[in-house]
């Protein structure tokens, strides 16, 4: 089989003009083409005036070698690479030796899980928050009602943080051994839909998401696996040799239960489990402080960001939604950039600690909502922002987030200012042609009383910058909302070539919250990744170079 790149097609091609596209590129007639099936499909919007996808497109050829042969040196035209997954190792027929045990059942933790299960591990799934049905009545209790369950919100509960998101499924980690496919097989054998295998930029959406979390959690239990929710990790035990290595010991859990670690344990926590991190650090297991960003929400009229990026297309059924990425360096020395992009949806509470206010953004897979949301952040560093012990940029975003909530007014209210307002360096008294769609709500201020100097200034001189990238996208009745926090992990779990951490054997950091991953498709690899590291410990096999 052949893969045709960079197939290029008007936006409004009828169906049979695609076969025609790859019997011309290939300089074939029709009887020589025997099938073919899209690989990925793109849009080109940069001219609004010519937009046209871009396809790659996987073909079966009579005498592939010949035609393979006439296009050696064209790099457009080559053998389709095998993308199949294939296991690293295998549990014995009635295996009966130590079950791993994965900690947190976010898009790592869930992967993890499921790989070691399909290996026949049986692994054991703690999450400290509930199973997501329950979890999602939880989370609808804060945005309606102002009520926060600690254990149980946006960030706490199964399927991790991603599951209230746009549910993006796109990454730009390297990916060589197309881990990446393998996560998408898997989530369309749990319902998504197929078409994800081929988009560009593939999303699933809040609702879709749900029924598959429960969808993949059901294929773990069938294959033996175990989920115990409700169940956080409070404390660890460390056994210490002679030599003064360490080695993981036991999980103390929030019931009372004492889990003795005889396997591998996973820790894949997600970047909001403050009091875990902060508990690994007094038990010395080594942690390090790392960058992140902090900044706001930013919201337009869906319509608008249309008619910017796609001009007389906009509303295109093909289309959709328009989506923007932008990034400013700044005179300041910061760099400014539009983070987890949200076309047709809304800014969201994603607190999980009392008295604090932190937000986020979700879409729905349909993307019809009336606005479009973004992050717009500041990118920070400890050795010039968060100097000290690797705990202070949790305390960093502690602190932003009590002054958002006193801003707010309490009851998890917002604090919210127009950009105008914003770039001009006053508090916003109304709203004006922009609704921004944040619940509990939003309390008009000044988000310069809440934000850092360095980071208003960044972004005063950034949101002029994206007007220019964007027409109308500094229209003075955009609204900001703050504060966008949690970006990312501010700390990381170091571990070494063995996915292990570098001074507690036997603990497997992974994921976002140890911070090898951003996003749900690069925290569902590294959950694979660390599955097979896990594996291979089980079946005592090194850890081969390529598996990183």
């Known amino acids: 089989m052949l893969r045709i ?23 074939i007639t029709p009887r020589d083409l025997v099938r073919y099936t899209v690989a990925r499909r793109a849009h080109d919007a940069r001219d609004k005036m010519d937009i046209h996808f871009v396809y790659s ?117 390297k990916d060589p051994r197309h881990l990446g496919r393998k996560v998408l097989s898997e989530f369309v054998k749990a319902g998504a839909p197929e078409e994800i295998l081929t988009e560009a930029h593939p999303h699933i959406g809040t609702f879709r998401l749900v029924t598959m979390v429960e969808s993949m959690r059901a294929t773990v239990e069938a294959l033996g696996g175990e989920y115990r929710f409700e169940r956080r990790v409070d404390d660890i035990e460390v056994a210490t040799g002679a030599d003064g290595s360490r080695r993981l010991a036991a999980l103390h859990l929030s019931t009372g239960e004492r889990l003795a670690t005889d396997g591998p344990v996973v ?121 000290g012990d690797p705990l202070a940029g949790i305390a960093l975003q502690r602190q932003l987030e009590t002054r958002a909530f006193e801003a707010g007014g309490g009851a998890y209210r917002a604090p919210a200012q127009r950009l105008g307002d914003f770039l001009a360096g006053r508090p916003s008294t109304r709203l004006g042609s922009v609704i921004p769609s944040y619940r509990p709500g939003v309390t008009m201020t000044d988000l310069a009383e809440v934000l850092p100097d360095f980071a208003v200034t960044a972004m005063r001189e950034a949101l002029v910058a ?3 990238q964007i027409p109308g996208y500094d229209h003075p009745d955009a609204v900001m909302t703050g504060v966008e926090t949690r970006t990312s992990s501010p700390l990381r779990i170091t571990r070494g070539d063995d996915f292990q951490s570098v001074n507690t054997a036997g603990l497997f950091p992974a994921g976002e919250g140890a911070g090898y991953a951003g996003g749900i498709l690069s925290a569902a690899v590294d959950g694979i990744k660390i599955a097979e590291a896990v594996a291979r410990e089980l079946v005592g096999r090194p850890v081969l170079a390529d598996a990183a």
């Open 5 to 27: 790149t960079e197939l290029k097609l008007p936006l409004n091609h009828p169906e049979e003009a695609l076969a025609a596209a790859i019997r011309n590129r290939l300089r």
């Open 57 to 173: 497109i996987d073909v079966t050829v009579k005498n592939e070698a010949a035609v393979l042969a006439r296009f050696k040196r064209d790099r457009h035209v080559n053998p389709t690479p095998d993308t199949g997954y294939r296991f690293v190792a295998k549990a014995p027929a009635g295996y009966a030796g130590p079950r791993p045990v994965v900690v947190g059942a976010g898009p790592c933790g869930l992967f993890a899980g499921l790989i070691l299960a399909q290996m026949g591990f049986r692994p054991i799934i703690l999450d400290r928050g509930k199973v997501v049905r329950e979890r999602t009545k939880d989370t609808w209790g804060l945005w309606r009602r102002s009520e926060l369950n600690p254990e149980s919100n946006v960030q706490f509960g199964e399927g991790g943080a991603g599951t209230f998101s746009d549910g993006k499924l796109w990454s730009q980690i």
């Open 267 to 387: 820790l894949a926590l997600g970047h909001s489990a403050r009091d875990t991190f902060a508990m690994l650090h007094a038990r010395g297991v080594f942690l390090e402080a790392k960058p992140f960003s902090i900044g706001v929400r930013i919201e337009h009229p869906q319509s608008w960001i249309d008619e910017a990026r796609f001009g007389p297309c906009a509303g295109h059924p093909d289309l959709g939604a328009a989506a923007y990425s932008l990034s400013h360096h700044c005179k300041n020395g910061r760099t400014v950039y539009s983070f987890c992009m949200c076309p047709g949806g809304t800014v969201v509470a994603a607190t999980s600690e009392p008295g604090r206010v932190a937000t986020n953004g979700m879409s729905q897979y349909s993307r019809n909502e009336r606005n479009a949301n973004s992050g717009i952040v500041v990118g920070i560093d400890p050795a010039r922002d968060y100097p």
């Open 466 to 468: 994206f007007g220019q």
